[in-house]
C-alpha cells in the first residue's frame, strides 16, 4: 500500500489532503520533555530506539500523515569535524568555518553517523503503519554552511554572506564538500525505509539573488544529481522568506516545495501549474492563537487551494515550543476533515 501522503506528493488525486508538521516531535510535547529531562539532545538523536519512540508521539496523539525521522541536520556538520554542541537549546559551533584553511578542514564525513539515523528509520519502517509515509531529510547544502560559517543561529547570518563575498571559491568548495556527503546520508535513510526525503533550505533567504542563483540552487541540484534518476520524491523547504523563488525552487526538480507562511496558496498554485506539488503555509504563530482561529485560518487556507489540486497540509515552518497540543490536534483534524471541491461536487 502506498501512503497517502507519498501518493498525494506523486501528483495523484486522494481522497482527501495529507497532513504532518515540521518539528512535530518536539519540546511541545510532554512524552518529549520527559525523555529529554533525562538525555541530552545529541545523545537522543543518536540512540535510534529512544529517536524512534520521539518521532511516533505526534504519530500516535495526532494521527499525522507522515513520520519524520527524529534527527537534526547538524549531525552532518559535526560527522564532518566541525563540532556542533546544543548547550542551551541553541546549537553552537566553538570553532566556525571562517577560512579556505577552514574548509580545507572540512573532511569526509565519518560514517558511523549514518548508521544510528538509518536504525532510526529501520525501527520506524516496521512499527509505523504500512498507510503512513516515512520522511528522512538533511539540510540542503547552503543552511548547513551557513550554520557552520556562523558558528549558530543568527538574525542575519552576516558572517556568511560575508564570507560568500569575501572568498567565493571557498564558499562554493563547502557547498560541494557538503553536497557530497549529504548524498550518502540521504542514500542510507532510502536503504532503510524512508520513503520520502526533504530537503530543509531554512536560511536560504539570506542569500542575494546572485549568490543564489549561482551558488545555493547549484548546490541542491548537485544533490538530486547525487541521488540519481531513481530516486525517491523529495521535497525542498524553500526557505523563510523565499516566496518569491519559487519558480527558481520548482526548477531544481524537486517534486515538492515547501513554502513559508508568506504566500497565498492560490498565487503560489497560479505560478508553478503543474511543475510541483506545493506544501505548507500556516503560520506557526496561528497555532499560539484559539481552536476557533485555528479552525477559520485552516479553512481560509485549504481555500486557497485549486480544485483538483492535492495539497500537503503543513506549517511555514516548524512548530513552536510554546504550542498546545490540543492546538495542534484541531490543526490536524481541520486538515484530515476537509474535503476538497473537486470531490464533493
Ligand atoms: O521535524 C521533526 O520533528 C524531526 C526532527 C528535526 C529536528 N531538527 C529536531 C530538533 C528536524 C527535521 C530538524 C531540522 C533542523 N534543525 C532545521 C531545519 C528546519 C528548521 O526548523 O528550520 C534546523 C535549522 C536545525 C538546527 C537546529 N536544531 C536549531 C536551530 C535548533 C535549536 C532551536 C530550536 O528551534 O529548538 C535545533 C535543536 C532541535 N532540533 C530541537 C529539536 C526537537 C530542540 C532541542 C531540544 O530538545 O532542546
Redesign the pocket.
Known amino acids: 500500500m502506498t501512503p497517502l501522503f507519498e501518493r498525494a506528493l506523486k501528483g495523484e488525486a486522494t481522497e482527501r489532503f495529507p497532513v504532518w508538521?515540521?518539528?512535530?516531535?518536539?519540546?511541545y510535547l510532554p512524552g518529549?520533555?520527559a525523555i529529554?529531562a533525562k538525555t541530552p539532545?545529541l545523545e537522543?538523536?543518536r540512540t535510534p530506539e529512544l529517536a524512534a519512540e520521539?518521532?511516533l508521539e505526534?504519530i500516535e496523539l495526532f494521527d499525522m500523515d507522515a513520520a519524520?525521522?527524529?534527527?537534526?541536520?547538524?549531525l552532518t556538520a559535526d560527522a564532518m569535524g566541525v563540532e556542533v554542541a546544543?548547550p542551551n537549546?541553541?546549537?553552537k559551533i566553538q570553532s566556525p568555518v571562517r577560512t579556505e584553511a577552514d574548509v580545507e578542514r572540512v573532511h569526509d564525513p565519518d560514517p558511523s553517523w549514518m548508521t544510528s539515523v538509518a536504525e532510526t528509520v529501520r525501527i520506524l519502517r516496521r512499527e509505523l503503519p504500512a498507510e503512513k509515509a516515512l520522511i528522512g531529510?538533511s539540510?540542503a547544502p547552503f543552511?548547513l554552511c551557513a550554520?557552520m560559517v556562523e558558528g549558530?543561529?543568527s538574525r542575519d547570518f552576516w558572517q556568511t554572506r560575508a564570507f560568500a563575498h569575501a572568498n567565493p571559491a571557498a564558499f562554493r568548495r563547502l557547498l560541494e564538500k557538503v553536497a557530497d556527503a549529504l548524498v550518502p546520508y540521504l542514500q542510507a535513510q532510502v536503504e532503510a525505509g524512508a520513503g520520502v526525503l526533504?530537503l530543509?533550505d531554512?536560511?536560504a533567504g539570506m542569500a542575494d539573488a546572485s549568490l543564489y542563483r549561482t551558488a545555493v540552487l547549484p548546490a541542491i541540484e548537485r544533490v538530486l544529481a547525487g541521488l540519481g534518476p531513481d530516486r525517491v520524491p523529495v521535497i525542498l523547504?524553500a526557505g523563510?522568506g523565499c516566496s518569491h523563488r519559487l519558480e527558481l525552487a520548482a526548477g531544481t526538480g524537486v517534486e515538492g516545495v515547501s513554502l513559508d507562511w508568506a504566500t497565498n496558496l492560490a498565487d503560489a498554485y497560479a505560478r508553478v501549474g503543474d511543475r510541483v506539488r506545493l506544501q505548507g503555509n500556516l503560520d506557526p504563530t496561528v497555532l499560539l492563537s484559539s481552536p476557533e482561529h485555528i479552525q477559520a485560518e485552516m479553512d481560509a487556507m485549504l481555500g486557497q487551494v485549486p480544485a483538483g489540486k492535492t495539497h500537503l497540509v503543513n506549517l511555514g515552518?516548524?512548530?513552536?515550543?510554546e504550542t498546545p497540543p490540543e492546538h495542534v490536534a484541531v490543526f490536524a483534524k481541520a486538515a484530515q476533515t476537509f474535503r476538497p471541491e473537486a470531490l464533493t461536487s
Open positions: 508538521m515540521m518539528r512535530q516531535a518536539g519540546r518529549y520533555r529529554r539532545f537522543l538523536c520521539v518521532t505526534p519524520i525521522v527524529f534527527a537534526d541536520i547538524l546544543f537549546g541553541g546549537p531529510f539540510a543552511t550554520y549558530g543561529t526533504q530543509f531554512t536560511w523547504f523563510i515552518h516548524g512548530v513552536l515550543k
